[in-house]
């Protein structure tokens, strides 16, 4: 094991997730996520002595303020994390999410505008908090739109988690075995 591994696999700083092997977090949007202080992701999740791998939680956060076109700078990041994590099956499902997700926090939230996607428990979490604390709320459907909800419950299970500064609104999909 490299040193730089080593050091990963035993840091316990709180709120501490290493980063999955290989990966580049050096994007200047990017925040790491143990400066995320609303994420709930863990760490080394379990070992698998039998095939003498190491499961990792993953996760990547962004922030999405300042950016010309959030939602197509968050879809495009969306896609190429999940390409990187070689989960490039879940990538148009989880663009659209991201989509209506971030679209969402832009039009009817409050900056700061984040996007987190994380792996854990068997389930890719895709996480969109900004500063408004109410949840979003369904409206009916005409021309100019209001089916995003809808969209969403269809696609992934959606859960909306209040904040003191805020909310994060996540769709979580399950991974295929």
């Keep these: 094991m490299s040193p730089r591994a080593e050091r990963a696999r035993t840091d316990r700083r709180p709120g501490h997730v290493p980063a999955a092997p290989g ?12 400066t995320a202080s ?3 992701s863990s760490g080394v999740c379990q070992e698998n002595p039998e095939e003498g791998a190491s499961m990792y939680a993953r996760s990547r956060t962004w922030n999405l303020d300042d950016v ?3 939602v197509r700078h ?3 990041a969306a ?7 070689g989960l490039a099956a879940l990538a148009d499902t989880a663009a659209l999410l991201v989509s209506e997700l971030v679209t969402n926090a832009v039009r009817h939230g409050k900056p700061p505008v984040r996007l987190t996607l994380s792996v854990r428990d068997g389930m890719l979490n895709v996480g969109v908090r900004d500063a408004l604390r109410e949840p979003p709320a369904p409206r009916p459907g005409d021309e100019t739109g209001g089916f995003g909800l809808t969209v969403l419950s269809a696609l992934a299970e959606l859960t909306t988690t209040p904040l003191p500064t805020g909310k994060v609104v996540e769709a979580r999909l399950r991974l295929a075995h």
Excluded at 26 to 31: K, L, S
């Design 38 to 40: 609303w994420s709930t």
């Design 79 to 85: 896609v190429s994390t999940l390409a990187e994590w």
């Design 23 to 34: 990966t580049d977090r050096g994007t200047p949007r990017e925040i790491p996520e143990e």
């Design 68 to 70: 010309p076109a959030p």
């Design 74 to 76: 968050a879809r495009s």
